[in-house]
């Protein structure tokens, strides 16, 4: 640590920093006419990033000479819940031998920084770079416009001293990360667009309204049936199966013809006549 930083780290990711201050014993003040004081150990609860007013808690309170002793002959001494709850780190800090501080590199010490900037960051109550590394999304705002790249620069120099990997190598890479993030944004952002006007047709078609025009280039509404005919749509041209019989221009008989030329043709077999034309061949006798 920074020598004049004694920050410890919280069970929950909290940082503490721990000091004394003289608390008047208001009864023992004024049973023996003089301003008596007693010795109180507080804690300061930081939550590194945020803007918020760090609260400080009473951890304990040693009490004055005029108070009394305990049955061992020391000084009376009270402790709170709170000394329970951060009791390793209490109890490290009145030892004063490094165990349980902040671990990791100092803020003041990270070169990535000057030293304005160190002196921020701690003010809102960052001391190490994991610390700023850990700052969550909602306190980012409260590190200044460039919060977030600073973060990423932390989390870089951890990466880089863990694994050996350039910090810049991590910018870069995280660099590429970002432009890749926005390029399948885009994509997502134009496929919703085109499902958007999919549904848009599929709704007007089923509602009986009028979709709307294909776009250009579609080959929409160009599809002609192989069976359409001049004589009407839908119709199938059919072959005159007379077009080809003897003087090309033979049409099919009516019903009532074909029956009187089979009658006639009956009634010259009866009575003998020749129905055959003039110039047919005749068999030979």
Same mark, same amino acid.
């Given at each position: 640590? #920074?020598?004049? *930083?004694?920050? +410890?780290?919280?069970? *929950? /990711?909290?940082?503490?920093?721990?000091?004394?201050?003289?608390?008047?014993?208001?009864?023992?003040?004024?049973?023996?006419?003089?301003?008596?004081? #007693?010795?109180?150990?507080?804690?300061?609860?930081?939550?590194? /990033?945020?803007?918020?007013?760090?609260?400080?808690?009473?951890?304990?309170?040693? +009490?004055?000479?005029?108070?009394?002793?305990?049955?061992?002959?020391?000084?009376?001494?009270?402790?709170? @819940?709170? +000394?329970?709850?951060?009791?390793?780190?209490?109890?490290?800090?009145?030892?004063?031998?490094?165990?349980?501080?902040?671990?990791?590199?100092?803020?003041?010490?990270? @070169? %990535?920084?000057?030293?304005?900037?160190?002196?921020?960051?701690?003010?809102?109550?960052?001391?190490?770079?994991?610390?700023? &590394?850990?700052?969550? *999304?909602?306190? !980012? @705002?409260?590190?200044?416009?460039?919060?977030?790249?600073?973060? #990423?620069?932390?989390? &870089?120099?951890?990466?880089?001293?863990?694994?050996?990997?350039?910090?810049?190598?991590?910018? &870069?890479?995280?660099?590429?990360?970002?432009?890749?993030?926005?390029?399948?944004? %885009?994509?997502?952002?134009?496929?919703?667009?085109? !499902?958007?006007?999919?549904?848009?047709?599929?709704?007007?078609?089923?509602?009986?309204?009028?979709?709307?025009?294909?776009?250009?280039?579609?080959?929409? /509404?160009?599809?002609?049936?192989?069976?359409?005919?001049?004589?009407?749509?839908?119709?199938?041209?059919?072959?005159?199966?007379?077009?080809?019989?003897?003087?090309?221009?033979?049409?099919?008989?009516?019903?009532?013809?074909?029956?009187?030329?089979?009658?006639?043709?009956?009634? &010259?077999?009866?009575?003998?006549?020749?129905?055959?034309? #003039?110039?047919?061949?005749?068999?030979?006798?």
């Amino acid at each position: 640590m #920074d020598g004049t *930083d004694q920050i +410890y780290q919280g069970p *929950d /990711g909290t940082a503490l920093r721990f000091f004394e201050r003289p608390t008047k014993n208001n009864f023992q003040s004024e049973k023996n006419g003089r301003p008596i004081f #007693d010795t109180s150990l507080l804690v300061e609860v930081m939550v590194p /990033g945020s803007r918020e007013s760090t609260p400080e808690f009473e951890v304990e309170r040693t +009490y004055c000479e005029e108070a009394g002793k305990d049955a061992a002959g020391n000084r009376l001494v009270e402790r709170s @819940p709170k +000394y329970v709850q951060y009791q390793p780190q209490v109890e490290a800090y009145k030892a004063q031998n490094g165990v349980g501080l902040a671990s990791g590199t100092p803020i003041s010490q990270w @070169p %990535n920084i000057d030293t304005g900037t160190a002196a921020t960051l701690k003010a809102a109550g960052i001391h190490t770079v994991e610390m700023l &590394a850990g700052v969550q *999304d909602t306190h !980012l @705002p409260n590190l200044g416009m460039g919060g977030r790249v600073l973060r #990423d620069q932390a989390n &870089a120099f951890i990466n880089s001293r863990q694994f050996g990997i350039p910090s810049m190598q991590m910018g &870069a890479d995280l660099a590429k990360l970002r432009e890749e993030n926005v390029r399948l944004q %885009n994509e997502n952002n134009s496929l919703n667009e085109r !499902l958007s006007a999919t549904l848009a047709e599929l709704g007007a078609v089923r509602t009986g309204q009028p979709a709307p025009p294909p776009a250009p280039g579609s080959t929409q /509404g160009n599809n002609t049936s192989m069976l359409n005919d001049p004589l009407g749509p839908g119709t199938i041209s059919q072959p005159n199966p007379f077009a080809n019989m003897s003087g090309g221009s033979a049409s099919p008989l009516t019903p009532g013809e074909g029956e009187a030329k089979d009658g006639a043709k009956a009634a &010259a077999e009866a009575t003998g006549q020749n129905t055959q034309p #003039d110039n047919a061949p005749r068999p030979l006798i």
